[in-house]
Nanobody
Framework: QVQLVESGGGLVRPGGSLTLSCAASGNIFSISMYTMGWYRHAPGKERELVARISSGDVTTYADSVRGRFTCSRDNAKKTVYLQMNTLKPEDTAVYYC?????????WGQGTQVTVSS
């Protein structure tokens, strides 16, 4: 079994910054060959893809966060990061880390990000 644990969520003011971390552990030797991503879910909205990073470090971003968020990875630490800058109230959501291995999706427990003055 693989576990994903997110951390770094919290309350920030509009325009502020926050960095989320996702550490993989358990029955996985390496994350280097897998694409990982960040999703978010806000009340009344569908879960949406925020950012994705491939095994070759190619990143993909939702239009709403492009230019503000940066996704990166440290394969040695089996950790994926999401640097969030210029946060807006509409970024408020529970953020989930995702790892897909073939047809199985692993998910973290989620971390709450609240952007409010």
């Amino acid at each position: 079994q693989v576990q994903l644990v997110e951390s770094g969520g919290g309350l920030v003011r509009p325009g502020g910054s926050l960095t989320l971390s996702c550490a993989a552990s358990g029955n996985i030797f390496s994350i280097s060959m897998y694409t990982m991503g960040w999703y978010r879910h806000a009340p009344g909205k569908e879960r949406e893809l925020v950012a994705r990073i491939s095994s070759g470090d190619v990143t993909t971003y939702a239009d709403s966060v492009r230019g503000r968020f940066t996704c990166s990875r440290d394969n040695a630490k089996k950790t994926v990061y999401l640097q969030m800058n210029t946060l807006k109230p509409e970024d408020t959501a529970v953020y989930y880390c995702n790892l897909r291995i073939y047809n199985y999706n692993y998910w973290g427990q989620g971390t709450q990000v609240t952007v409010s003055s």
